[in-house]
C-alpha cells in the first residue's frame, strides 16, 4: 500500500467567540473543489466549496454552519495561507479610465484583518413607538436559496430577515427562528423607506474580511488605491 502523506495541525481563534480550534491544511483533493468552484464563476458554488473544505479540515468539535460569516471568511483565508503559502496572487486593472494596463498583485494573507470587529455596534433598533428589532450577524447557514438570490433586490431583502433576531411589538415578543421566513419577509417590505435603511446600516456595519491595498500601474504610472472587502474579492 502507498504512503499517506501525513499533514501538520495548527490552532487558530475563532473571531466571534473566542475559541481555539485545531485546523489542518488542505490538500489536493480539496483544492480541486475550490478551483472547479472558481472556473464556474458563481457565487454559491464557490460558498459552497470553502464551506466544504473547512468542513473537512476542522477538526475541533464545533458547529460550523452557526459561525458568522466572517468567521467563515477568516478560518477559509487561514487555511489557504497554511495551505498554499501567505500569498495571494490577484490580477487587477488600473483604476485610470483611458487605461487598459493591469498588474499582477501578491497579498501578504497576514495583513487582512477583520473591519469593524471592535466596534459596539448597537443591535437593537427601535421601528416606532411600539415596535422595534434585534438584529444579529448573519450566519454560514443562512446562506439564501437560488429564489430568494434572483435579483440584487431580492438578495437584500431576504437577507435583512435572516439578520433579525427578535421583534418587539408592544408587550408581544416574537423569535424569529420560531417564525416562518415569509412572514418575516412581509414584515420587512411593510417598512418605511427610513426604517429599512437602520437595517441596512447596521448590515453595512458587520464585520468583514479587509485589506488595503496600494500599487502603481506599470502602464501609465497612476497610483491605484482599493480596499478589498470580503472572500470573494481575494479570488478575483
Known sequence: MLPIIATPKYDMIVPSTGETITYRPYVVKEEKILLIALESEDDFAIEKAVMNIIKACVESSIKIDGLTSFDIEMIFITLRSKSVGEGIKLGLKCDEEDCNGSEEIQLDLDKIKISNLENKIDKHIKINDDISIDMRWLRANDKLTEAQ???????????????????????????????????????????????????????????????????????????NERKLRGLTDFFI
Open 149 to 223: 438570490r434572483k435579483t440584487k433586490t431580492d438578495s437584500i431583502i431576504h437577507s435583512a430577515a435572516k439578520a433579525i433576531e427578535t421583534i418587539y411589538s408592544g408587550e408581544e415578543i416574537f423569535t424569529i427562528k420560531d417564525t416562518p421566513h415569509k412572514e418575516v419577509v412581509a414584515f420587512i417590505e411593510s417598512l418605511s423607506t427610513d426604517q429599512f435603511a437602520q437595517i441596512l446600516e447596521f448590515m453595512e456595519a458587520s464585520p468583514t474580511l479587509t485589506y488595503d491595498l496600494s500599487y502603481k500601474c506599470k502602464t501609465c504610472g497612476h497610483e
